[in-house]
């Protein structure tokens, strides 16, 4: 691993040797500078994980320098250092986001643990953000697996779209694969060596939708100490793909609309557009023309995403699928986890096809990672898939038993989910491959019922 960057910035000659000294000592590549002028002309050139400010600078003082180097790279940890304490100064330089505040002069036994705890958290944040661009390229590599006649059909939709710049609309129950298919869609395009974008409209808080779509600039709201590019500029040259479109709040419709629109987008706070050229694909596992007719979706940005439909079937729909399926995910998993799996037991592969699969691909997916949780090897067996609870496979192949109304089977599916995992929506929602705002949504309807 390469050392952790150190940026020092302090007037005073004898304690600034001393800190690059005793940083470069304990394993640190560290970068000195006497003021904010010197400081910012090394920021142009090379990233830091960690800096060091003294408050009291000669020309710009610490505080203004503490902004500008947040504006620059809001992931950078700054340790503030002063030796004229006061709480109102200690509070603004957390506020204006330093990690943390050190009084003069330093105790070197305390600045040694805090250096540590700042660069695990630094390289932690690096992994994140390089485990998310992998995990979108990796999207765009998946195969999407099927041969059915349906699949076939989507199949043959995607080469046919993938050429074209047209908003495309993908429909499908939760856990068909939708996100796969748009995949699909921009890998065979002229924007595969762009960004492929992927968001869930359900999951980001509706406050703060708006900055986390179009961006924001420093200062806009509290907390915005640096400017955002926003999901739709990052998707510039590439394809953004809007999952979960209708749970899109309508405020958030209109200024979608306007971008799909006018080609440009101005971040939260600022005055000036920005042009992006973005292809558009959406997805739903609702009925828009539905939503449209109780005007909780807009029609106009309905038919400006709906330009081609692509419609993806339930894994209930093509269950012959389902052993070619296994096979992919235990290629996939068996390279993850570094076992030989080979295959599935009869008893197993009997007990996947007997089963309804209410959350599709994503749900048999799930099942057969599971299987290599409970330390399944050489095969997977019956014993591996215990969430195959036997009252549901048999639901699913006794042709005597009266069938329940789809409301009655979904509040029943519902209850059990909840009940399985401690009455915890977040997780029930997930088993149950919903948005946690669709869950809610289902719970009300049918307390009202």
Same mark, same amino acid.
């Given at each position: 691993?390469?050392?952790?960057?150190?940026?020092?910035?302090?007037?005073?000659?004898?304690?600034?040797?001393?800190?690059?000294?005793?940083?470069?000592?304990?394993?640190?590549?560290?970068?000195?500078?006497?003021?904010?002028?010197?400081?910012?002309?090394?920021?142009?050139?090379?990233?830091?994980?960690?800096?060091?400010?003294?408050?009291?600078?000669?020309?710009?003082?610490?505080?203004?320098?503490?902004?500008?180097?947040?504006?620059?790279?809001?992931?950078?940890?700054?340790?503030?250092?002063?030796?004229?304490?006061?709480?109102?100064?200690?509070?603004?330089?957390?506020?204006?986001?330093?990690?943390?505040?050190?009084?003069?002069?330093?105790?070197?036994?305390?600045?040694?643990?805090?250096?540590?705890?700042?660069?695990?958290?630094?390289?932690?944040?690096?992994?994140?953000?390089?485990?998310?661009?992998?995990?979108?390229?990796?999207?765009?590599?998946?195969?999407?697996?099927?041969?059915?006649?349906?699949?076939?059909?989507?199949?043959?939709?995607?080469?046919?779209?993938?050429?074209?710049?047209?908003?495309?609309?993908?429909?499908?129950?939760?856990?068909?694969?939708?996100?796969?298919?748009?995949?699909?869609?921009?890998?065979?395009?002229?924007?595969?060596?762009?960004?492929?974008?992927?968001?869930?409209?359900?999951?980001?808080?509706?406050?703060?939708?708006?900055?986390?779509?179009?961006?924001?600039?420093?200062?806009?709201?509290?907390?915005?100490?640096?400017?955002?590019?926003?999901?739709?500029?990052?998707?510039?040259?590439?394809?953004?793909?809007?999952?979960?479109?209708?749970?899109?709040?309508?405020?958030?419709?209109?200024?979608?609309?306007?971008?799909?629109?006018?080609?440009?987008?101005?971040?939260?706070?600022?005055?000036?557009?920005?042009?992006?050229?973005?292809?558009?694909?959406?997805?739903?596992?609702?009925?828009?023309?539905?939503?449209?007719?109780?005007?909780?979706?807009?029609?106009?940005?309905?038919?400006?995403?709906?330009?081609?439909?692509?419609?993806?079937?339930?894994?209930?729909?093509?269950?012959?699928?389902?052993?070619?399926?296994?096979?992919?995910?235990?290629?996939?998993?068996?390279?993850?986890?570094?076992?030989?799996?080979?295959?599935?037991?009869?008893?197993?592969? #009997?007990?996947?096809? &007997?089963?309804?699969? %209410?959350?599709?691909?994503?749900?048999?997916?799930?099942? !057969?990672? /599971? *299987?290599? @949780?409970?330390?399944?090897?050489?095969?997977?067996?019956?014993?591996?898939?215990?969430?195959?609870?036997?009252?549901?496979?048999?639901? #699913?192949?006794?042709? &005597?038993?009266?069938? %329940?109304?789809?409301?009655?089977?979904?509040?029943?599916? !519902?209850? /059990? *989910?909840? @009940?399985?995992?401690?009455?915890?929506?977040?997780?029930?929602?997930?088993?149950?491959?919903?948005?946690?705002?669709?869950?809610?949504?289902?719970?009300?309807?049918?307390?009202?019922?």
């Amino acid at each position: 691993m390469d050392r952790a960057r150190v940026l020092v910035v302090e007037d005073d000659g004898e304690v600034r040797d001393l800190l690059a000294e005793t940083l470069t000592q304990w394993g640190y590549d560290v970068t000195a500078a006497g003021d904010g002028a010197e400081a910012l002309t090394l920021l142009d050139g090379r990233l830091f994980d960690v800096a060091l400010l003294d408050i009291s600078l000669p020309g710009k003082d610490g505080l203004k320098l503490l902004e500008e180097i947040k504006g620059r790279d809001s992931a950078v940890e700054v340790v503030m250092m002063t030796g004229n304490p006061m709480v109102s100064t200690s509070v603004q330089t957390l506020k204006a986001g330093a990690s943390d505040y050190l009084i003069k002069p330093l105790n070197l036994e305390e600045l040694q643990p805090l250096m540590s705890q700042l660069i695990e958290r630094r390289f932690l944040r690096q992994e994140v953000g390089s485990l998310r661009a992998r995990l979108g390229r990796e999207l765009a590599d998946r195969e999407l697996v099927g041969t059915s006649p349906q699949m076939r059909e989507v199949k043959q939709t995607i080469a046919s779209v993938a050429t074209s710049d047209s908003p495309v609309l993908i429909e499908g129950e939760s856990g068909t694969g939708k996100e796969l298919v748009a995949a699909a869609i921009h890998r065979r395009s002229a924007r595969a060596k762009g960004p492929f974008v992927p968001v869930n409209c359900g999951a980001i808080p509706a406050e703060l939708m708006e900055s986390e779509f179009f961006g924001h600039v420093r200062g806009a709201f509290s907390g915005a100490v640096a400017d955002a590019l926003g999901l739709v500029r990052s998707a510039h040259g590439g394809t953004l793909f809007l999952d979960e479109i209708a749970e899109l709040p309508p405020a958030l419709q209109a200024k979608l609309l306007r971008v799909l629109q006018e080609k440009e987008v101005r971040p939260v706070g600022s005055a000036k557009t920005h042009s992006v050229d973005a292809r558009i694909i959406a997805a739903t596992n609702r009925d828009l023309e539905t939503a449209v007719a109780s005007e909780r979706f807009r029609q106009d940005l309905y038919y400006r995403i709906n330009v081609v439909r692509i419609v993806v079937p339930p894994l209930r729909d093509r269950k012959d699928e389902i052993p070619a399926l296994v096979t992919h995910f235990l290629r996939r998993f068996n390279e993850r986890f570094q076992r030989h799996i080979k295959g599935l037991t009869s008893d197993a592969l #009997a007990a996947l096809t &007997a089963y309804a699969f %209410p959350g599709n691909v994503r749900e048999l997916e799930n099942f !057969i990672e /599971r *299987a290599y @949780a409970f330390g399944a090897s050489g095969e997977i067996t019956r014993e591996h898939l215990p969430a195959l609870a036997p009252a549901l496979v048999r639901a #699913a192949v006794d042709p &005597a038993e009266e069938l %329940p109304t789809l409301e009655d089977a979904e509040r029943d599916l !519902i209850r /059990r *989910a909840l @009940a399985r995992h401690g009455n915890d929506k977040d997780k029930a929602a997930r088993a149950l491959g919903l948005t946690v705002r669709t869950l809610y949504r289902r719970i009300k309807k049918f307390e009202s019922t």
